[in-house]
Structures are given as C-alpha cells and as structure tokens.
C-alpha cells in the first residue's frame, strides 16, 4: 500500500473516531423530578434515563443547566445539540427533532373555584403558568392568555392561594412532588385532567445530519432506560371501560365478524403449534422484506375493510383494531401488525381465557410512528347461541384521546 494511500485511511480513521468521541452538548432546566440539583450535582429520573441510554451507545455527552428559555434558544442559534426534557413544540420542530420520551406526564388544570372544570365557572379565568415551562408554550400555542408568570411551582401555588389566578397547569407528578415538602393550605381545592404529554429529547437538526443513525439507536434504548413504566390508575381504567362499553362492546356480536370468525376456526382447525409458529414467522418475514402477500391477502378481507373504516371515522381515537380466531390468529385488523399469531401476548390471552365479564385493558405502550402512547383493551367474541368464545376483538386507543373524549369537559 503506498504512503499516500496510507496516510488517507489514517485521516478517514481518526475523523471517525474524533467524531465518534466528540460529547454531545444538552441543555435543560430545572423541573423536579426529572431534572433536580443536588449536592451531589444534576440528578432525577430523565437525567438517570439519559445516562443509560448514552451509556448504551457508547455515546460521550454533557449537560448543561440554565434557564430553560435560553436551553432552547442555544439549540436555535447552533449552540448546543439539544435540549430536555420537552414536549412537543411547533417552534422548534423548524431546527430540531423530538424524540422517544423519556417520561410521560399527565397535565391537569389546578384551581380554588367550586366548579370541577376551572373554566366551568368563569368566562375569561385568570390563568398562571411557570416562565419558559412546556405549559406555558403550549398554552400560548393554543391562544390561551396566560395572566400571571411564576418562577416556580411554588410561586404559582402561593399566587392560587391568595386568589391572584383562577387556576394553573400542570404535571400532577411534579406537582405532588412540590406540595410534599408545602403547607397543606397551599393544596389546590379542584384538579381537572386535560391531557397526557410525552417529555423527549429535542436533538438539533444540524446535529442528526452529522450522525444520521443517532435518533433510531437513542429511540431504541430508552424503553430499555426508564425508571418505571407509565402505568394507568384505577379512575382512568374505570373511565375507559365505560367508554369501551359505551362506543364498542357490541361490535364483538356483529354478524359479519361473527361468520368470519367462525369459518376461520373451521379452516384453522387441524393446525399445531409448530404449524401456528411457521405462520406467524412467515408474516413476520413479508413485514420485514417488504412482500407482503400474505399480510395484503389479510388487509384486502371485507371484515379488515369495515375495522378500517371504523378507525378512519374515530378521528384518531382508534390507534388499531385486531380481530382473532380461538388460536390467537388474526382474522381481520384495519392496520398491518408486526405479528400475525397474538395468541401468545396478554391482551389476546387474558380476553380469551377470562373468568369474568371485564375487558382485559393493557399496559400503555408507546407508538413511535403517532408519537402517542395507547392502551389495548380486548373482549372476547362469542357464539351467541351457547356464549362459547370463539375469538378475541382488540381494539388500541389514542390514551390522551380516549380520556378527553370520556370527559365533557375537554375545552380550555
């Protein structure tokens, strides 16, 4: 090999390593408990989550605190390389992307007023939120006044207190968090859930051309990361049952599904595991290369059709639907899925093998092609003339979707 060739491979290599070695700069701002100063320097649950997945990637980074105006106003400007923990922002989707989130927050409206819904009372509320916090953008976003600028949780529950605003927003963990160490004085009368809110990473756009494979591998690693999984509490499953009951509990006795259903079991009826396993492997090869006769075969069946329809018409509500024969095979969905076997996952078997009348509801899951997080909730299908189950109907929702959509009071 020649000196000069040489010489260009060892400066193609050291540029890679250099690049691969060069800290990728966050900015955030302090909001407990995902970032927290401690004596023992920046700690909380988003700050241990990055850690991992950084660690994972073998990836070099540093943090840097300040206020949080100035944290995305750096990324802008080409400053640093990103900024946390955000939620979605029109502004700054022009320089930089979000990622997979590192928390998911509940935001509720907070006020003193007798009236569940802040704005149930009052045409025009006084409305406070925290300076350069995600709420506050978002409020802005949606042409909400905001009255009254606090420079901490603290100071909005002080400013509700002496009835200097109506009400406020904010995450209800990181509220809680801040009335632990507060008067109980200091603790809002009414609280109204308005909507789930996804907290992520914003890496600069200019960063992602450097290194194309950054954001897939960082999303990849951040489930893997996180602290707990965001769970659902027992008002919020009661509320979407109702739901369920209300909009799709009788589409498991209709009788197209039904006769789909059955002439399903009828032609699977001889098939074994091994037989079971060889087709489900088989639809999970056509996902992966892209040939998806078996997958469009499926998708193309009058029943397929009808679900899609029905998800097209749930203005965004529905997130999929999935109809399966007694082995957990699906017989119909209105979206592709990455398995064609659900018989081995809880959401078919829990329905299918249920002792009680209660729909089986899952743990919330994370879809990373909405960027929402949804919820399964599956029923069993039934022969009506002996109530023999024959089948499963799995229908995913849009969670933030289905609890506003559970809720009259889903307005500003």
């Keep these: 090999m020649d000196t000069m060739r040489c010489f260009t491979l060892w400066i193609s290599l050291f540029v890679t390593l250099s690049a691969q070695a060069t800290p990728i700069v966050l900015n955030t701002d302090l909001f407990p408990p995902y970032q927290v100063s401690t004596e023992n320097g920046l700690q909380g649950s988003s700050v241990r989550a990055l850690a991992c997945v950084f660690d994972a990637m073998q990836q070099p980074y540093t943090i840097k605190v300040m206020p949080w105006e100035r944290a995305m106003y750096e990324v802008e400007y080409k400053r640093a390389d990103g900024f946390f923990s955000a939620t979605k922002m029109i502004d700054a989707d022009s320089y930089a992307t979000l990622s997979a989130p590192l928390a998911l927050e509940k935001w509720y409206w907070y006020s003193n007023m007798e009236a569940t819904r802040p704005n149930a009372a009052l045409s025009a509320p006084r409305t406070g939120a925290i300076r350069g916090s995600n709420q506050l953008i978002w409020l802005e976003q949606q042409g909400v006044k905001v009255d009254q600028l606090a420079g901490s949780t603290e100071q909005l529950l002080k400013l509700l207190a002496r009835g200097r605003i109506d009400r406020f927003m904010a995450d209800h963990r990181t509220l809680r968090t801040e009335l632990i160490r507060q008067h109980v004085d200091l603790r809002p009368q009414y609280e109204h859930f308005y909507k789930y809110a996804t907290l992520g990473v914003y890496f600069s756009n200019r960063l992602l051309a450097r290194k194309p494979e950054l954001l897939k591998r960082f999303n990849q690693h951040v489930f893997y990361c996180l602290d707990e999984t965001p769970s659902l509490d027992n008002g919020e499953k009661s509320t979407l049952l109702k ?135 599956s029923i069993p299908v039934r022969e009506p003339e002996h109530s023999e189950i024959i089948g499963t109907l799995i229908i995913g929702l849009n969670i933030e979707r289905a609890l506003r959509k559970a809720d009259t009071g889903d307005t500003l």
């Design 243 to 377: 739901l369920h009951k209300r909009l799709y509990a009788h589409w498991a006795s209709r009788a197209e599904l039904l006769s789909a259903v059955k002439k399903q079991n009828q032609h699977h009826n001889q098939l074994s595991i091994a037989n079971i396993v060889t087709l489900d492997g088989q639809w999970m090869r056509e996902i992966a290369d892209g040939t998806t006769p078996m997958v469009d075969a499926l998708l193309a069946r009058d029943t397929s059709r009808w679900l899609k329809i029905q998800q097209n018409q749930s203005d965004g509500l529905i997130t999929e639907i999935m109809l399966t024969d007694r082995l957990g095979l699906l017989v119909a969905a209105s979206e592709r899925t990455t398995d064609y076997w659900q018989g081995d996952e809880a959401k078919f078997s829990e329905a299918f093998f249920a002792l009680g009348t209660t729909p089986f509801i899952s743990e919330l899951t994370y879809d990373q092609s909405t960027e929402a997080y949804q919820v399964h909730i």
